[in-house]
Every structure is written in C-alpha cells, then in structure tokens.
C-alpha cells in the first residue's frame, strides 16, 4: 500500500537548511495498521504531511497503491487526497457553521459526486454510531462524537488509506479508547489500512507495529 | 464541484456572520441605489424636456437671422434684420414642405382692469396654429382676415389668461390693453405645460401685421417687411435634413451669401433635441458617475470582509484542501460568496433606487415634477457593474484562499 524509500525533507528557513526527514523508508501492507511515534520535532508531522499527499518530498520515492506521488502537481494531488487517503486530525476540523450530515458530506462535493451523497453520508455516520445526530451541528456534540464524524468524513469517500493525526489527542483516556477501537474495527471490517501518529503508548500498543522516529530517522 | 452547492455554501457561511454580511450588503446597497436613482433622474429629465420640445410641433425647422454688423463690431445672433417676408414666401418652392410662418416678436405689458402681466408677443400667421399643434380652449385663433385688416385682436395663452382673468372661461370677447391700445380677445390657447424657456401659455399671439404696424413698429429691408423667424414644417422626419439643405440654398441664393458668410441660421427641431439629449446625457453620466463612488466605497468593503474571512477560516481552507479541494475550487468558493454579497446589494439596491426615483418624482420642482425613468438598462447596468464589483474585490481575497499550502493552513492557529 504504501512504499517509502530512502524519503528526505529539507525546509528552508531562509539561509539555514533544516532537515527535518533524513533517509525513512518502510513499507506499509494493504489493511495493515502500523503506529508512527516521536517527540515533536522528530519528524513525525512532516512524515505524516507526505505521506496524506499535503507537502512532497525533497529526495526519495514514495509510492501509494503503486502510484508515484513524488512530481505530480497540486490539482493530481488534490484529486488523490480526495479518492484514496481520509484523515482523521486531533482537533476533528469540522465546519461548525453546518450539520453532520453536510459535513460528512463535504469530500463528495469535491469528487464530484451527484446523486446519492446524502445516503452516502447517511451511511458512513451509521457506520460510527451517528445516525441518530446527523441534524445536529457539531458544536452540540462531545467530543468523541465529533471525532466520530471526522472519521465518517474520512470514510466517506471509500479510502484506501486512513491516516489519523494524534486522533485521541483531545479526548478522555476512555473516549480515545473508543475512537482507537472503531477504527481498528473499520480496518478489519473494510481492509482499510490504518497509520496511526500518536505520542499516547497505549494507542500505540493497539498497532500491529510501531515505527518510531528521531531526528528525522527511524530508530531500529 | 457544482455551482448550486456553491451557492448553497456560500449563503451558509454568510448566514454565520449575518451582521457582518448585512453591513458589507448595505454598502452595496447604498451604492447601487445611488447609481439607480441617478439615472432614473437624470432619464427622467432628459424625457420630460424632450416631451416638452416635441409638444412643439413635429417636423419643425427654424431659419433665424444671424449677427448684425455695424462698422465691424459683431452683434447677437438674430440681430441682423435680414430676414423679410419675402423670404418667407419664397420657400414655399421648397419640396416636401407643409406649413410656413413667418413669425415677429415683440413683447409688453398687458392689463386688465386691475390685473396686468408683461410677456412674449408674438405675430404670426394662421397656419401657426397648425405648425405649433396648438388647441384652443375658448373662442378662435387668427383668421386670414385679421390678418389682412391688422385687426386689434389677440390670442392669450392660458397662463396669461389665469393672470388676468383668473382661468380660461371669461376672457373671449373682452377687451384688453396692450402697451396702452386696446385689443379685443378673440380665444384662449389650450395649455401645453413647460417651464421656462420652454413654457408656450406664457405668450400671446396675434396677427402678424397688426404686430407690424400696431405695435412694434415695420422695418423694411430690401423694401419688404422684415421679420424674426420663419417656423417651418415638413412633412416627414426623414425630410428633414434634405429640406435643411434646400432651404438654405434658396435663402443664400437670395441673400448672395456662401457658407461662412450667411447672414441667417437654419436650425431644425432634431437638432435642438439632439443638443439638449447630449446635454442630459452628459447631466446623467456626471450624476451616475459620482453615485458609482459610493459603490466603489461599497466594493472596498467587500474586500475587506472577504480578506478578513479568508484569514478566519485558514483552517478551514486547509481542511478542504485535504479532503480534495483543489485550488479553484477554494478560489470559486470565496468569489462566489463575494459575488454573492454584491449581488444581493445589488437587487436590493435596485429596488431601493426605484423608491428614490418614485419618491423625487413627487416633489414638485418649479411647477412641474420629474417623472423618474428606471430604464431596463439602468437595472441591467446596475446588477453587471454590482457583480463586477464582486468579481473584482473578491478576486485577490479569494486568490490568497486559493495559494495556501494546505499543510500550513492545517496548523494555523
């Protein structure tokens, strides 16, 4: 599913380079789920940036589902983001000005999606346990269930990939439990595969391994 | 993504900060109603002066003398006393041509017992009435044989008669003096409106001859009567311009004039008409022009909003862009909410405008109101420069959406 080789990121701020991915490759299987942990600073955001196609690569390869992402321009991004990869991010980023359902709604608009996008999304809540508050705007939802329509969000576009961004990170240790379960059953019921960013050991745990990386390198 | 979800969108987002999107609306609002109502006005003006000028007559070309000259020193033009009745008579070999009057002007004070009023007099033919589209609204207007016995009669028009009779009814067949002779009133004019210059009830009218030698005193030139303005119809407009030119080649055949040395003007009613529409025309642009300020303000404001929107929602943006925005999808978002906002100014603008015109149209101005015209173009100009005003001012804030890194409009606190 996901192949990464030798993958370098350099930012530039403005005469000193820093480095902030130094030579990371590994590979992630289809319907695997792995962890991705480090302290801040270690890379681990940058990695997670490239690996949701948001930011390339300064050197090395990075295949999605075969794909060579390295080279493609923003709008060939745009449309890969879309159709493979969901994300799921600590702070949920849902418009609060909307209902769920418009929310869940949101990834098909851009797909070009016509009819059928409010089963679509009618499904994808029933799918998290939502049916019953897909009228209700987020800001009268808690905090799990907020982070539960993310993750409808995410799925709502049938991904290959979920790439979830520290997504206990706002939660209660029990609510993060449940997010962290619900996507571990979706990885099963659906082969999805699942990349977990996380600093929490227990969500970490959870994974069927974890990569852990310093200084922008994967520690053995 | 489709339009209609744009729009959905975008009224989504405006209705999440509805004070903030009513306040750049009314900007709009105020703009759009100023332009609206200018030109409604201006329209307006430019149609009841043209009413006026064709309530005239139709058809009608003027031949006035031009400047005097007397030992070099240049008078107004129509001083010249050039013009006789000769002429007059003369153009009646002129194709095409229906009616000719010649007319003499003078003026004075008339009384009625214990009324009196100073005015235009003008002595004419009776083919006048037919020429000037006159109606009477009592009694008779100059016949033939007054005109040939220089009869002491006169014809009032009807603010004259208000003046000194207090109305039409009353007038016919009693007796008034006019600079100390007296006159008898044979009719009373039907009233045409018009203000100023342009009024025909402030005058009276008389026969010709009976101004010629009762009241004004005769010059001669060459022998015959000389005259002011020769008033002539034709039976087309499509005539016009080629009779414009017949005339005066008779008329410099007559005078041994040429082009540049003619000592009289020929002037049609298309051509007054023209210069007061290019007059109007210029009044509205100019009133139109100032009001489009207002909307340029409004414009700024819309901006201004959208800029502040834009950095609002960075996360937003960065979101969208994750889920597979692509750059002009976040650049049709924030141009549509912006057109939107001017859109809707926009309309109602129009409508507000309308209310102004209505309004000034009830305002009696000298005697006369203003009918506010708003024009189909007007409306159409309105709503296209609105939303141009939208598409222009939200043009950058919505690039700037459009350029964000998504990894960086994610972590935007």
């Known amino acids: 599913m996901l192949q990464i080789e030798n993958l370098t990121k350099t930012y530039h701020l403005g005469k000193v380079e820093v480095p902030a991915l130094r030579g990371v490759s590994f590979t992630v299987n289809d319907g695997e789920v792995i962890a991705i942990m480090g302290r801040s600073g270690s890379g681990k955001s940058t990695l997670m940036s490239i690996l949701g196609c948001l930011d390339l690569p300064t050197s090395g390869r990075y295949l999605l589902d075969g794909q060579d992402i390295s080279g493609l321009n923003d709008d060939r991004l745009a449309a890969i983001r879309n159709r493979k990869i969901g994300f799921v991010f600590q702070q949920f980023n849902l418009l609060s000005r909307t209902t769920t359902r418009r929310n869940v709604e949101m990834p098909m608009m851009y797909a070009g999606v016509g009819r059928g996008r409010r089963q679509r ?11 019953h508050r897909m009228n209700h705007r987020p800001s009268e939802l808690s905090g799990g269930e907020q982070q539960r329509v993310a993750i409808a969000r995410a799925l709502v576009n049938n991904p290959a990939l979920i790439l979830a961004d520290e997504p206990t990170g706002n939660l ?28 929490d050991p227990d969500v970490a745990a959870r994974a069927l391994r974890t990569i852990h990386l310093i200084d922008g390198v994967i520690e053995q | 993504m489709k339009l209609f979800q744009s729009i959905l969108e975008a009224f989504e987002s405006l209705n999440a900060n509805k004070l903030r999107s009513m306040l750049t609306v009314l900007g709009i609002v105020i703009g759009v109603a100023a332009v609206v109502a200018m030109l409604s006005i201006g329209q307006g003006a430019q149609q009841s002066i043209t009413s006026q000028i064709e309530s005239i007559g139709t058809n009608l070309i003027y031949v006035t003398p031009g400047s005097s000259r007397q030992a070099g020193v240049a008078g107004g033009a129509g001083t010249a006393g050039t013009l006789t009745q000769d002429d007059a008579t003369a153009l009646y070999q002129v194709p095409n041509i229906v009616a000719v009057s010649p007319e003499v002007d003078s003026n004075g004070q ?26 009477m609204a009592d009694g008779e207007f100059i016949s033939n044989s007054n005109l040939v016995s220089r009869s002491a009669v006169v014809v009032l028009g009807s603010a004259v008669a ?12 009693q007796s008034i003096r006019i600079n100390g002779q007296q006159f008898r009133v044979i009719g009373v004019l039907a009233s045409k409106g018009g203000t100023g210059f342009l009024s025909q009830d402030d005058q009276v009218i008389m026969p010709m001859t009976t101004v010629q030698y009762r009241l004004a005193g005769r010059n001669t030139f060459r022998g015959a009567n000389v005259i002011n303005t020769i008033n002539i119809q034709v039976n087309s407009p499509n005539a016009v311009t080629q009779a414009k030119t017949d005339i005066t080649a008779v008329m410099r055949d007559r005078h041994q004039t040429s082009a540049g040395t ?3 003007t020929v002037t049609s009613q298309q051509d007054v008409l023209g210069t007061i529409t290019q007059v109007t025309n210029t009044l509205s642009i100019f009133l139109g022009g100032i009001a489009g300020i207002s909307l340029l303000v409004g414009g700024i404001g819309i901006m201004n909003i959208m800029l502040t929107t834009v950095s609002e929602r960075t996360r937003e943006i960065g979101l969208r862009k ?9 650049l049709y978002q924030f141009l549509i909410e912006a057109m939107t906002l001017s859109l ?8 507000f405008g309308w209310l102004i015109g209505q309004v000034i149209g009830k305002i009696q101005l000298g005697g006369s109101t203003l009918t506010a015209v708003v024009s189909p173009n007007s409306v159409l100009l309105a709503t296209l420069f609105s939303m141009a005003v939208g598409l222009f001012f939200g043009s950058y804030p919505a690039m700037r959406a459009a350029r964000l890194l998504p990894v960086e409009a994610l972590r935007y606190e």
């Open chain 2, 110 to 135: 008339i009384v009625f017992m214990g009324q009196n009023t100073r005015t235009r007099i003008l002595g004419v033919t009776p083919d006048y009435y037919t020429l000037r589209n006159f109606t």
């Open chain 2, 322 to 330: 994750a889920i597979g925005a692509r750059r002009r999808d976040i």
């Open chain 2, 162 to 173: 208000d003046t000194l009779f207090g109305g039409v009814i009353g007038a016919v067949g």
């Open chain 2, 344 to 351: 809707l100014g926009g309309v109602i603008g129009i409508f």
């Open chain 1, 172 to 199: 209660d240790s029990h609510t993060g439990e449940e997010i962290v379960n619900l996507l571990l059953d979706l990885n099963k019921q659906r082969n999805l595969t699942l990349v977990l960013v996380t600093h």
């Open chain 1, 121 to 131: 999304a009618e499904s994808a809540l029933e799918a998290v346990g939502l049916a």
């Open chain 2, 262 to 264: 003619d000592d009289f």
